[in-house]
């Protein structure tokens, strides 16, 4: 069980507590959620999301879809989904598919969907295809407090 190095440094940098979940290896936010036993509305699914001045990401439950155009009027600017390169270059230290919400550690922006607020508990991709970062809702929102929050999402 293992987290990707920057994230780890930056959490533990917050003084937040966590924990890890292992768990057999999964191509999707929702396969995840299954393979580790935990409800999929409480697993952060991040999009990285471009547009003309740089990157920023898209946090939602892995049970959610997110509205582009809604997302677009959130954000006042015309968005499209970064390419795998994209991504790659962002959070080197993560597998593909695989990016943790807590872009502060990336400093990369976030835009967090209003349905993750007040939830007890949160758990989230930590860089690879087989572990899980989780950590109380209160510690979440502590991760989160530079994101912009919106709704603009939907359940899928």
């Given at each position: 069980?293992?987290?990707?190095?920057?994230?780890?440094?930056?959490i533990?940098?917050?003084?937040?507590a966590?924990?890890?979940?292992?768990?057999?290896?999964?191509a999707?936010?929702s396969?995840?959620?299954q393979?580790?036993h935990?409800?999929?509305?409480?697993?952060?699914?991040?999009?990285v999301v471009?547009?003309?001045?740089?990157?920023?990401?898209?946090?939602v439950?892995?049970?959610?879809?997110?509205e582009l155009?809604?997302?677009q009027?959130?954000?006042n600017?015309?968005?499209?989904?970064?390419s795998e390169?994209?991504?790659?270059?962002?959070?080197?230290?993560c597998?593909?598919?695989?990016?943790p919400?807590?872009?502060s550690?990336?400093?990369?922006?976030?835009?967090l969907?209003?349905?993750?607020?007040?939830?007890?508990?949160?758990?989230f991709?930590?860089?690879d295809?087989?572990?899980?970062v989780?950590?109380?809702?209160q510690?979440f929102?502590?991760?989160m407090?530079?994101?912009?929050?919106?709704?603009?999402?939907?359940?899928?």
């Amino acid at each position: 069980m293992t987290i990707a190095r920057k994230l780890q440094d930056y959490i533990e940098g917050e003084g937040v507590a966590y924990d890890t979940v292992a768990h057999h290896r999964t191509a999707t936010t929702s396969q995840s959620a299954q393979a580790a036993h935990v409800p999929g509305s409480r697993l952060a699914k991040s999009v990285v999301v471009h547009h003309e001045m740089g990157y920023f990401l898209a946090v939602v439950p892995s049970t959610h879809r997110i509205e582009l155009s809604t997302l677009q009027d959130v954000m006042n600017r015309r968005l499209g989904l970064a390419s795998e390169e994209e991504v790659s270059t962002l959070f080197a230290d993560c597998d593909t598919g695989a990016v943790p919400p807590i872009g502060s550690a990336y400093n990369v922006p976030v835009v967090l969907d209003e349905s993750l607020g007040n939830v007890s508990d949160v758990y989230f991709e930590g860089g690879d295809h087989k572990t899980l970062v989780h950590v109380s809702g209160q510690n979440f929102r502590s991760l989160m407090k530079d994101a912009q929050v919106a709704r603009f999402s939907h359940p899928s």
